[in-house]
């Protein structure tokens, strides 16, 4: 039940214009085991592809049914209310900040030099962010106009797109509007949802550079985590910290584009709201261990 949570979870995070399921995954607690099992899954032995398969079916599940809610049910509320939503992450996020990094103390005490990757971080979410372009209705993806060219070109754009949602800071939403990519997808999966399977050739080439984008990436990370922790925690630090720019942009990359975050829009009880799940979160996280 708690990873089908922690899947869920993530699934709403993903589908909100800068915000990342990977930062849900970080507050929870269950970074280094996601990236570990996604790891097992495509290159373990035999006992930790099993043990991954059962810990990323029970996040999966949770994942779909999460994202699926977004998509059929939230896709109004996210319009209607985004002020409110950013509002919310943006309490989420500054307060998670503090708690990671009073959970990776050992990691960054007396590795300063390692500081310069929180600029980094910043400057890459920030410059994703910058140069994204106002969205509409973005590329057409129904089988009538799929060809070799425009798959090729999905395929690429999903394996980029889960490389930086698996990275906590880099929404995987905002990568694919800056190719034009988000609202096709969303589109295109609601469409199968309701039994227009003109959409289905689109969502399984989708998928595909999912996984491969997945295999690619996911080695690097555990990696990088392991023989560079400190560089890396201090670099999610600025990737998060850059995120906080790209949900005060998030309401201009709607389909009914509206303006950015101000003092006039924003909403200090959602921002509360945020505060108390980032406390939650931390309940549930000690529970779990």
Known sequence: MLNFIRGFCMALADSVPGV????????????????????????????ERIE??????RIGIGWVIGMG???????????????????????????????ICKEERDSLKGKYQNIIFVVIGVVLVAAITYFNPVSGKGISVSVEHLNVTLGIYIFAVA?????????PGISGSTMLLIFGLYVPVITAV???????LSYF????IFGLGVL???????KLIKRALENHRSAMIYFVIGMMIGSLYAIVMGPTTL????????????????????????FGLEKIKAISE
């Open 20 to 47: 990342s399921g990977g930062t849900v995954a970080f507050l929870l607690g269950f970074y280094d085991k996601f990236i570990t099992s996604l790891d097992h899954l495509m290159s373990g032995t035999k006992e």
């Open 52 to 57: 991954a398969i059962k810990f990323l079916i």
């Open 69 to 99: 809610a977004a998509v059929s049910v939230l896709a109004s509320i996210f319009d209607d209310k985004i002020y409110e939503i950013s509002s919310l992450f943006l309490g989420l996020i500054i307060f998670a900040i503090p708690m």
């Open 159 to 167: 394996m980029v797109a889960i490389s930086a949602m698996v990275l």
């Open 190 to 196: 609601k469409e199968v949802m309701h039994l227009n």
């Open 201 to 204: 050739p689109v969502v399984v």
């Open 212 to 218: 491969t984008g997945i295999a690619l990436v996911i």
């Open 255 to 278: 389909e009914n584009t509206k303006a950015a975050m101000t003092l006039h829009t924003f909403h200090p009880v959602f921002f509360i709201i945020g505060i108390a799940i980032v």
